[in-house]
């Protein structure tokens, strides 16, 4: 198993540009989680899905977009990337059994720049 | 994440020392889970508590909830140098219903000196 992949590893954006960060897990979980780690703050999330084409805002989801079209994928967008949008990515997933959250498989993360 | 706060931000041991990380909500754990992150790389899953009072060990780290106090602590026992890394707390701390999703800590940086 590949686990959860992301891709690309890094990227380099100019003011305006936009972007599609792709996360593919084949673990057949039904949550899949966005993130994004700025020194000092930990991880926030930007967007979530409970399920193929459901999403949901997270803390911090202004800027993004995203889609769960398909159970093991789940893109985040960012259609006018600003300075502000530089950050580590990561893309988690994880099951639910019940009331109980499983724990979260994370990807290795995208690095992003925006100049 | 204010909901959950991470003490200490940073932490600098000699090797062989005990070392011990504590995650504080302000709000009710459902669960607590804690990872650790090696620099430029993706979280990797430690430990997951559920029930006040639980405690798990794995090699030389044992994670406690003190679900009374909202806290989980992280322990180390003779630190090594593989041990050093960016330590996060996730909780479950879900405002109603089933769990959808966690809140992250601000991360504990360890450092390991040989």
């Known amino acids: 198993n590949a686990g959860v992949t992301q891709t690309p590893k890094f990227r380099v954006l100019k003011t305006g540009q936009s972007m599609t960060l792709l996360c593919a897990q084949d673990?057949?979980?039904?949550?899949m989680y966005w993130y994004r780690q700025d020194p000092g703050m930990g991880l926030r999330l930007i967007h979530y899905?409970?399920?193929?084409?459901?999403?949901a805002k997270g803390e911090v989801p202004d800027g993004y977009n995203v889609s769960r079209l398909k159970k093991q994928n789940f893109l985040l967008g960012l259609e006018s990337a600003a300075p502000s949008q530089t950050s580590v990515y990561f893309c988690?997933?994880?099951?639910?059994?019940?009331?109980?959250?499983?724990?979260?498989?994370f990807g290795p993360g995208t690095r992003l720049t925006v100049l | 994440s204010q909901e959950l706060e991470q003490s200490p931000q940073s932490l600098i041991v000699q090797e062989g020392k005990n070392l011990t990380i504590n995650c504080t909500s302000s709000?009710?754990?459902?669960?607590l889970y804690w990872y650790k992150q090696k620099y430029g790389e993706g979280l990797i899953f430690l430990m997951m508590?559920?029930?006040?009072?639980e405690e798990k060990s794995h090699e030389k780290i044992t994670a406690k909830l003190d679900e009374k106090k909202q806290q989980s602590s992280l322990h180390i026992t003779a630190s090594q140098p593989s041990h050093a890394g960016i330590y996060l707390c996730?909780?479950?701390?879900?405002?109603?219903?089933?769990?959808?999703?966690?809140?992250f800590g601000s991360g504990t940086q360890l450092t390991v000196l040989p």
């Open positions: 988690a997933s994880s099951y639910a059994s019940g009331p109980t959250l499983s724990e979260q498989f």
């Open positions: 673990m057949n979980h039904e949550y």
């Open positions: 899905s409970v399920g193929e084409g459901t999403t």
């Open positions: 709000k009710t754990l459902y669960g």
């Open positions: 508590l559920q029930k006040g009072g």
């Open positions: 996730g909780a479950d701390i879900r405002s109603s219903g089933s769990a959808r999703q966690l809140t």
